[in-house]
């Protein structure tokens, strides 16, 4: 019988609880303990909160370093981190789990591409993983893979590339309700306005971070990397959401852009629209180059499933990595792994 992977869950808010749910059902992999800080979940049973048939006799608990403790004899291999966007908040996390021989996935955005936003934490989280022998990553379908990973892989053929565009065209109507609500959908205008630049809404964390990913990928040397403020998309009739109803004059979501120049030159442009009801939907992605290429995922990645799918796809490859805080241009060839054992 091929062994399977062991994971520990830490996070089980939205994403957390689909990410548990995968784990069970993809035979490749074993649900090894989830963690989550929120009081209300210590010892409730894993599956009976998933309205799952039981499995497994997992319960959740609050204290990562006493599940470790107790899981000492036959420690999981990797941990997936799903709590926070920001890197100062996920890093005790990072420390305690590399600290106990695991390999490390997050969902952290501003773990995608570190360097730049966090340059003491990236290298003292680099000197950790690698004096511990373990893979720090951060993924994600965005930040780490549609609009970093994608285009750098797009760009293989290319013989010469000038110009890098990426669009991601979101329909948010049906994303989970945290992510409706970062990007504004059922405020006024002057609330969004206000939200933004208060940081009470975030909207989307990572356009900085791919443009980073792509332009040290293609040693592009950029000199100017920027990301604009994000400016929301009105509704002019009603629109109704799995999360809210949108009157007209509301907010459906909003529209983000971040570029990367060198001397003046625009040579990477990325646009995050995210809004509900958006038509048509799509990710595309157009090089200018030799020789040009337009690729476009028709109806756009679901953003939800494509995530659960990145995290648990990546549990094989990062045992098999190097150590140390790498990204996702550094893993080789990220592909579908659930025919992959231990
Ligand atoms: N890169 C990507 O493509 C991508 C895609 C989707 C999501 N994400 C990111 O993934 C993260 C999770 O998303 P989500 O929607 O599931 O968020 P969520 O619903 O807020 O869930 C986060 C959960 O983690 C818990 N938590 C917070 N700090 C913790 C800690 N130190 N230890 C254990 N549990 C902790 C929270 O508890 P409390 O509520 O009590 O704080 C909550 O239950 C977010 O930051 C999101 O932006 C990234």
Redesign the pocket.
Known sequence: MPEPFRVIQ???????KWIAKAIIERENLQLAAV????PVLEGKQVEALLKMERKTSTIIHND?SNTLDELSETPPDVALI????HLK?VK??ISTCLQAGMDVIS???EL?YPYVRHPQLSKQLHNLANSEGKTLLG??????FLMDLLPIILTAPCQSVDKIHVTRNMNSSSR?E??QKKVGTGMTKEDFKKAIATGTITGH??LVESIHMIGTALNLQLDHVEEFPPEPVIATEKIVTTYITVNAGEVRGLKSRGVGQKAGDTIITLDFNAYADASPAYDEVRLEGQPNIQQRIEGGMP??EG?VGMLINLVPLVIKAPPGLLTMKDIPCPHNTERVWK
Do not use: W
């Open positions: 830490i996070g089980f808010g939205t994403l957390g963690v989550d800080i929120a990562l799903a709590t926070s966007s908040k005790p996390t969902l952290c955005e995608s993924t994600g379908i965005n930040p780490g989970r945290a992510f964390v990572g953003g939800d995530t």
